[in-house]
């Protein structure tokens, strides 16, 4: 089993639906939390960061973390041309120097 | 404040050749990370540096090293280079007073031939 699942999409949406991007992860040593978004030929650019469970809203972002569950999700309302990108989750171990565990990455197209 | 400077964008070497890619981190960041990402692996920890001290390392072969200097610049260095090491080469930096948040560069983009 993979530690971190994420369905590669791609994804394709109109504008201004609410988008939600999903990544479950099996290794309870995880303890941060992370979206980033990687447009092409760009490096990831970190969206939302978090630590406990429940929900972190940023702007049109909110990102949900279920420990229980070992779920994370990413909703987007009001999307926008420009979210088109691919979403990564990214995990850290606590003490684990760095080490980021990533999905494999959402490609997401939002169309006018 | 400068983001992390990564050089050069693009490299194109031959298979047996070697590579040194360079990373600046952010000003004041004291950790650089380096990832490849592919399209079948997607984005994999190489190695980490602190204080120019490898803390951690990914499941690589030898063939990939690294090293930090006191400015906190980083360098990796890819021998004996194989057709399935052309990837993106993705340098990351953090502080230690935010736990672990990570600011990427834009990569380095290798192509062997």
């Known amino acids: 089993q993979k530690e971190v699942e994420q369905d590669p999409g791609p994804l394709s949406v109109p504008e201004g639906a609410i988008v939600s991007l999903n990544c479950t992860y099996s290794n309870s040593a995880f303890q941060y939390f992370m979206w980033y978004r990687q447009y092409s030929r760009k490096g990831p650019e970190l969206l939302m960061y978090t630590y406990s469970s429940g929900n972190k809203e940023d702007g049109r972002f909110t990102a949900q973390v279920d420990k229980s569950s070992k779920y994370i999700s990413l909703f987007i309302r009001d999307s926008q041309p420009s979210d088109s990108a691919t979403y990564l989750c990214?995990?850290?171990?606590?003490?684990?120097?760095?080490?980021?565990?990533f999905g494999a990455g959402t490609r997401l197209a939002v169309h006018p | 404040k400068a983001g992390v400077t990564q050089t050069p964008r693009y490299l194109i070497k031959t298979r047996g050749q070697q590579v040194t890619l360079s990373c600046s981190p952010i000003s004041g960041h004291r950790s650089v990370s380096w990832y490849q990402q592919t399209p079948g692996q997607g984005l994999q920890f190489l190695f980490e540096?602190?204080?120019?001290?490898?803390?951690n390392k990914g499941n690589f072969p030898g063939r990939f090293s690294g090293r930090q200097f006191s400015n906190s610049r980083s360098e990796m260095n890819v021998s004996t280079l194989e057709l399935g090491d052309s990837a993106l080469y993705l340098c990351?930096?953090?502080?230690?007073?935010?736990?672990?948040?990570?600011?990427f560069g834009a990569g380095t983009r290798l192509s062997v031939l």
């Open positions: 990214a995990f850290l171990v606590a003490g684990g120097y760095n080490k980021l565990i």
């Open positions: 990351a930096s953090s502080s230690t007073s935010q736990g672990g948040i990570q600011y």
């Open positions: 540096y602190f204080s120019e001290t490898q803390r």
